[in-house]
């Protein structure tokens, strides 16, 4: 079955900035909403922005104004762009489509030091 490949994460000083990929070129990104979202250790999986096919987004409080959720049709990516990164950001990064109908690949990691 698909599954998606996500890229990106790393460790970074609270403030700092990162951008993860996610590669979507085994699927037609063009009939999904596509989303990104994050797990924090012991806590469950957290819907972070999502983006649809026209580019309407949506996105969780803690993230709206500070990340931004794009994608590359051309490079069958999308992007999460997060900035002002704060030490409870720190959690594995996926994407899925809105409905995390698609297998979870085995995302990023995003840690945030204070």
């Known amino acids: 079955q698909v599954q998606l490949e996500e890229s990106g994460g790393g460790l970074v000083q609270a403030g700092g900035s990162l951008r993860l990929a996610c590669d979507t070129s085994?699927?037609?990104?063009?009939?999904?909403?596509m989303a990104w979202y994050r797990q924090a250790p012991g806590k469950q999986r957290e819907l972070v922005a999502s983006?649809?096919?026209?580019?309407?987004?949506i996105y969780a409080d803690f993230a709206r104004g500070r990340f931004t959720i794009s994608t590359d049709n051309a490079k069958n990516t999308v992007y999460l762009q997060m900035n002002s990164l704060k030490p409870e950001d720190t959690a594995v990064y996926y994407c899925?489509?809105?409905?995390?109908?698609?297998?979870w690949g085995q995302g990023t990691q995003v840690t945030v030091s204070s």
């Open positions: 085994r699927i037609f990104v063009r009939l999904n909403t």
């Open positions: 983006i649809t096919t026209y580019g309407s987004t």
């Open positions: 899925n489509t809105d409905r995390g109908d698609l297998n």
